[in-house]
């Protein structure tokens, strides 16, 4: 199984040796490995950096739900309001305005009391 303290090791080293900030992409090397990723997101926080998820359509969805690229909108959005609820601050989508509802629905869980 591969985790999540490689990458955050690497990242938490790439920032250490340059000034800049800026969002980080974060990529897995398989299915077991984004999913991983997917699910250990938080963790990245504490790199204190925003983090960019775009799994938008990828193969991982194809490969979970057994759907072409065209038919991967629910897992898309599935994917896109996990990555918010677990701290992405930027989620590249293709079909934005669904997105966009999705998302405002976490935004409001989050603001509720």
Same mark, same amino acid.
């Given at each position: ?18 000034? &800049?900030? /800026?969002?980080?992409? #974060?990529? !897995?090397? =398989? ?11 938080? *963790?990245?926080? &504490?790199? /204190?950096?925003?983090? #960019?998820? !775009?799994? =938008? ?11 072409? *690229? ?44």
């Amino acid at each position: 199984m591969y985790g999540i303290s490689s990458p955050i090791a690497s990242m938490r080293a790439y920032r250490q040796g340059s000034p &800049a900030t /800026g969002c980080w992409p #974060i990529r !897995g090397k =398989s299915l077991e490995h984004n999913l991983t990723l997917l699910k250990h997101l938080s *963790a990245f926080e &504490a790199l /204190g950096v925003p983090l #960019i998820v !775009g799994m =938008s359509r990828k193969s991982m969805i194809g490969n979970v739900l057994d759907a072409p *690229a065209g038919e991967r909108l629910y897992g898309s959005l599935s994917v896109a309001t996990l990555a918010a609820w677990l701290g992405a601050a930027i989620v590249r989508v293709h079909d934005v305005r669904a997105t966009v509802d999705a998302l405002k629905m976490v935004a409001a869980v989050r603001a509720a009391p």
